[in-house]
């Protein structure tokens, strides 16, 4: 008499180590069942293969009823009970947002600094600060590169218009439209590349991780005041 394997289920997915983590994105889906998806506590979660099966393990939890009404904190186990890092509310610094990271013992492992655009049509760009590393840097591929200038270079007024639509506006509605793709750079390293249809991807050994999931929880198009309904928009899987 033969025994079937028992079928794989979203809690039977094991949390992943998050210290080796080389991607990762925030989702509810476990893995793919056929065309379906099997749907599991909202986390960040990383590719991972159990047998022949890839699944989307958890590597931190999110608590989606205290995230909108409370502090922005991840959780290392399902019951939402050993944090393991907090994002404390931005304080305003010379005109930039900045967003202190404390780990599992409220103590300060880095800074996330939101820095408003020079001058329009750009949007804002984003630091990281890690202690004893360079400053990271996370620009989208056109921040260097001036609309009206392009505008001489390609003849034409369009172009402008075209550049201006996609490098504004930092008051963007979080549902329209897919995020801008960012690339994060300390000096002339590419350390982390985050957004569009894909999930956030870390390049270096020496960035903190937690680091990186203050960053996406945080999200490059989040409202100042969030909402259940703000949540499902911005963490929907995405076609890719």
């Given at each position: 008499?033969?025994?079937r394997k028992p079928k794989l289920t979203a809690d039977m997915v094991p949390v992943a180590d998050w210290h080796s ?220």
């Amino acid at each position: 008499m033969g025994f079937r394997k028992p079928k794989l289920t979203a809690d039977m997915v094991p949390v992943a180590d998050w210290h080796s983590v080389e991607q990762f994105s925030i989702s509810n889906m476990s893995r793919l069942n056929g065309r379906e998806a099997e749907r599991d506590m909202w986390a960040l979660r990383t590719p991972r293969m159990i047998g022949k099966k890839l699944t989307y393990a958890p590597c931190a939890f999110l608590n989606t009823s205290a995230f909108v009404n409370g502090p922005q904190q991840l959780f290392e186990d399902r019951d939402c009970t050993r944090v393991l890092l907090t994002v404390e509310d931005g304080q305003e610094v010379d005109g930039q947002h900045h967003f202190r990271v404390l780990d599992t013992h409220d103590t300060p492992i880095g800074t996330i600094r939101k820095v408003p655009p020079k001058s329009r049509p750009f949007r804002h760009t984003w630091r990281i600060d890690q202690p004893d590393r360079p400053e990271i840097a996370g620009r989208n591929e056109w921040s260097g590169i001036d609309a009206r200038s392009l505008a001489v270079r390609a003849g034409g007024e369009v172009v402008v218009a075209a550049f201006s639509s996609l490098l504004a506006s930092d008051d963007v509605d979080p549902g329209q439209g897919p995020p801008r793709v960012l690339v994060w750079k300390g000096g002339a390293e590419v350390v982390m590349t985050s957004g569009g249809a894909h999930p956030y991807r870390i390049c270096t050994d020496w960035l903190d991780r937690r680091l990186a999931f203050a960053v996406a929880l945080l999200g490059d198009q989040l409202p100042a005041r969030r909402n259940r309904h703000d949540l499902e928009r911005l963490w929907a899987p995405r076609p890719a």
